[in-house]
């Protein structure tokens, strides 16, 4: 069974970094992982894209990222993070990482991210 645990979240100062983590077990993984994405969802809004990461190794970023986040990959640990710098309260959320694999798409917990002012 495919499972995503993230972790990292926690609350930081705006300007502050924070790296969060995806830890992804019961898929040997990139074989049957075609891209790993992190998402956030705010309080009383919808889930939005944060940004993708291909097995090819491509990344794309949502627009108010601007150069500010930064997705990896660690293959021997079966781990993708984001790496978050120059955080502002706007970025307050639940941030999920998910998984689109051949069986369809898997979902973590989500880790909470409080940015304070």
């Known amino acids: 069974q495919v499972q995503l645990v993230e972790s990292g979240g926690g609350l930081v100062q705006a300007g502050g970094s924070l790296r969060l983590s995806c830890a992804v077990s019961?898929?040997?993984?990139?074989?049957?992982?075609?891209?790993m994405a992190w998402y956030r969802q705010a309080p009383g809004n919808q889930r939005e894209l944060v940004g993708r990461?291909?097995?090819?190794?491509?990344?794309n970023y949502a627009g108010f990222v601007k150069g500010r986040f930064t997705i990896s990959r660690d293959n021997a640990k079966n781990t993708v993070y984001l790496q978050m710098n120059s955080l502002k309260p706007d970025d307050t959320a639940v941030y999920f990482c998910?998984?689109?694999?051949?069986?369809?798409?898997?979902w973590g917990q989500g880790t909470q991210v409080t940015v304070s002012s």
């Open positions: 998910n998984a689109d694999t051949h069986n369809g798409l898997y």
């Open positions: 019961g898929i040997r993984f990139w074989y049957g992982v075609s891209a």
């Open positions: 990461l291909t097995s090819g190794g491509s990344t």
